[in-house]
């Protein structure tokens, strides 16, 4: 209880332009926070998901700093026709994640910590696909039951290392990510979470999601990785 007053009690609206938009955002900063994780939700989630809310719980317990940002308006998000397209422009979507990581490397309160990218269903391809427009920026991806394969060629592109997080009982979402898996030339792991569905609503299954993101985040955001992620003798 006292983890969820701490993250409400210090949390900011925040709002970022884009193109000829301002999307809204949630921040938070622990003190002495060793990275910071931007929040790509999939389509038809928000800022507002519950699930990704308790991973970002989990991550600013253990000193990371958090953006759960919508990435489209409230407008765009509407159920229309003329809109509904836009939950799956993976395009426009990273364009937005560059934005906003381009507005956490120039805010002077996050300038200082490198960026990890947390993606969910098609949210997992918009961050793949924006890492390779900001490589000096991005320490790190997680993604959580997502698209990689929507990522297309860009996966081969992809410098950060990249945690695939899937149920064992996702089967087609499985197939997707082992061949998404193949495509990547980084530090990559898959991990199938056996006994969980797509959301990981099962009892304790998001509580290990939520457990293999923090140790992702940690060992390739902290400051002392951060300057030679790509050495293999540090850490376990």
């Not at 765009?76 to 507005?103: K, Q």
């Not at 394969?149 to 410098?159: F, T, Y």
Request: hydrophobic share 40%; glycine share 10%; with cysteine.
């Amino acid at each position: 209880m006292n983890k969820t007053s701490e993250r409400k009690a210090q949390q900011n609206l925040v709002l970022i332009t884009t193109g000829s938009v301002k999307l809204e955002g949630n921040l938070v900063i622990p003190e002495n926070a060793q990275g910071i994780v931007l929040f790509a939700h999939g389509s038809g989630s928000s800022r507002h998901s519950p699930r990704n809310q308790y991973v970002a719980d989990v991550l600013q317990s253990h000193g990371l700093a958090t953006l759960l940002i919508d990435l489209l308006t409230s407008q765009e998000e509407a159920v229309d026709l003329r809109t509904r397209h836009l939950r799956f422009d993976i395009g426009l979507l990273a364009s937005r994640l560059v934005d906003t990581t381009d507005w956490l490397v120039q805010n002077p309160d996050t300038t200082h910590l490198r960026v990890g990218y947390f993606g969910a269903s098609t949210g997992a391809a918009a961050a793949l696909l924006a890492a390779t427009e900001c490589p000096q920026a991005v320490g790190a991806i997680v993604s959580r039951g997502g698209r990689p394969d929507l990522a297309g060629s860009a996966l081969g592109r992809v410098k950060a290392p990249t945690l695939l997080i899937v149920g064992g009982y996702d089967t087609p979402v499985i197939r997707m990510n082992q061949d998404a898996l193949a495509l990547l030339r980084v530090d990559k792991e898959l991990e199938i979470v056996p006994g969980a569905t797509h959301l990981f609503e099962e009892p304790g299954k998001l509580e290990e999601v939520a457990r293999l993101a923090t140790g992702w985040f940690k060992r390739y955001l902290s400051s002392d990785k951060a300057e030679g992620r790509g050495q293999e003798a540090v850490d376990a």
